[in-house]
């Protein structure tokens, strides 16, 4: 089956009002570059509206042809949880999509595969898309656990998702030795991990829906790496975090997917 690759950019909590506003008119204006590639872009909360209004998304009768998506939500709707984001909300505000379980979430907020795993459920009650990232360290990696890290959690945070949930998630595949340090996984370092994980969405769900799921890479990608990366067999997109900070370099990336 032919999966429509995905590139999204992790702005994560970078720019300003204004850069994010003329980052996000860049590549809606360049966009068509990606040829049919997804393009999502996933800034700071706080820069959601005036980024879902540079994309035509908000109060726009024609829109870009980007997608917004949030960094990260509450599981809940609505209620007494300050400085939270509920997925409604991201809806309401033009998102289709949520990056979720990132390693930074993960690592630096104690999100536990079973938080990531009631946000996935509530992302999907709402409508969105989840972006629903895992990898392993290197401590792990280097003491041969990265098959059992990663099937572990694409297991526990998946858990309870009926085959047509599965059906409709994106997952990112992020070593976390790769992400902001400049080491790129080697394209079968990647593979092997991207494989791993469509058998394992196969036993969860079932052979033809793992075989329609897009796994994105994640971890240092830039235009000169991505090509290697996008020629990979189970290899259908890239999740960005620095690269995506400059248009040049995060459609040099999409256009290595398309
Ligand atoms: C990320 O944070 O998801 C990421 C992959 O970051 P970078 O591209 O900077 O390694």
Redesign the pocket.
Known sequence: MSRRSIVAG?W?MNLDCAKAAELAQAVAGRHAEAGNVELVLCPPTAYLTTVGTALGLVHATSPSGVALGGQNMHDKSSGAFTGEVAPPMLVDVGCRFV?LG???RRTLFGETDGIVNAKTKAALAAGLTPIV?VGETLEEREANRTQAVVTTQINDSLAGLTPADVAKIVI?Y?PVW?????K?ASPQQAQEVHALIRGLLASLASPAIADSVRIQY?????PDNAAELAAQPDIDG???????LKADDFLGIARAFA
Request: glycine share 22%.
């Open positions: 992790n994560k990056i990132h390693s930074e990232c990112a992020e790769a992400i902001g340090t400049g790129v994640g971890g240092s990608v830039k890239a999740l960005v975090g620095g690269a995506s």
